[in-house]
C-alpha cells in the first residue's frame, strides 16, 4: 500500500478552515469541493491513458487520452458524497458507482447499508472519495469490497487519516502495489470515541448540519 500525504499551502489554508468549529456547512460544503480538487489532481497520477490520433488547426499529431474502460469514482455515502463533485470535476467521463457505509459508533465496525457498482469490476481503475480515514474499518471494508469484484486498483482520497487507521489498512491490504491512500493530513490520533484528533469532527454532520 502507498501512502501520500500532500503537502501544498492551499491544502493547509483550507483545511484549517474546515477543522474550525465555526465553520457553517455551507462553507464547509464548498471547502470540501475545493479542498478535493486539489488532492485530485494528485491522486490521479497513475490514470491510465492511450495514445490516440488528433488534428489541430495547424497539422495531425498523437495525444494522449483517457483510456478504456474509464475510471470508476466510489463516493462513501454520507460524507464521501460532499467530495464527489470535487473529483469529478477533474474526470467528468468517469463512471460512479456508490457506496453506502456507516460506522456503528460503538464497536466502531462499518455496516454496508447501500451499494451500486458493477459486480464486474475487472480492468477497473477505482477512486474511493471519503474524508475520514479513523480506524480504518470504513475503507477496509471498501477496498475489499472492491479488489474483490476485480479492482485493477483501488485509490482513496481522504482529507484526514489517524495513524491508526493507516496502520489497519496496511495491515489489511499489505504491500500490495495497487492501493493508494492520498490525505491532506495525518492527525495525531484517535480519542476514546474513535474521533480523530485534533480532526474535524463528524464529517457527514459538519457537511449535512445533521448531529445524529
Ligand atoms: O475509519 P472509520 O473508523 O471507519 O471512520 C471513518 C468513517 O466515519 C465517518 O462516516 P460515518 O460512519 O459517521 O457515516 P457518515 O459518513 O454518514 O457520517 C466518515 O465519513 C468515514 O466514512
Ligand atoms: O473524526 C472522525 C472519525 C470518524 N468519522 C468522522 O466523520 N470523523
Ligand atoms: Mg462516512
Do not use: W
Not at 484526514?160 to 489489511?172: D, I, K, V
Amino acid at each position: 500500500m502507498r501512502t501520500q500525504i500532500i503537502e501544498h499551502p492551499l491544502v493547509a489554508h483550507k483545511l484549517t478552515l474546515l477543522r474550525d468549529r465555526n465553520t457553517p456547512s455551507p462553507v464547509f460544503r464548498q471547502l470540501v469541493d475545493e479542498l478535493v480538487t486539489l488532492l485530485a489532481y494528485e491522486a490521479t497520477r497513475d490514470v491510465a491513458v492511450r495514445e490516440i490520433d488528433v488534428v489541430t488547426p495547424v497539422a495531425p499529431t498523437k495525444g494522449l487520452s483517457l483510456a478504456y474502460p474509464r475510471p470508476i469514482l466510489v463516493p462513501i455515502l454520507r460524507a464521501g458524497l460532499g467530495m464527489l463533485e470535487g473529483m469529478s470535476k477533474l474526470l467528468p467521463t468517469a463512471e460512479i458507482g456508490f457506496l453506502g457505509m456507516k460506522r456503528d459508533e460503538t464497536t466502531l465496525e462499518a455496516h454496508t447499508y447501500a451499494n451500486r457498482l458493477p459486480d464486474d469490476l475487472s480492468g477497473r481503475q477505482c477512486y474511493v472519495v471519503d474524508p475520514m480515514l479513523a480506524t480504518g474499518h470504513t475503507l477496509i471494508d471498501a477496498v475489499n469490497y472492491l479488489l474483490e469484484r476485480g479492482a485493477r486498483d483501488v485509490t482513496c482520497v481522504c482529507l484526514l487519516a489517524a495513524p491508526e487507521g493507516l496502520r489497519n489498512l496496511e495491515e489489511a491490504v499489505g504491500d500490495r502495489a495497487d492501493v493508494t491512500i492520498v490525505s491532506a493530513a495525518l492527525d495525531e490520533r484517535l480519542n476514546e470515541n474513535g474521533y480523530i484528533v485534533p480532526g474535524l469532527g463528524d464529517a457527514g454532520d459538519r457537511l449535512y448540519g445533521i448531529v445524529d
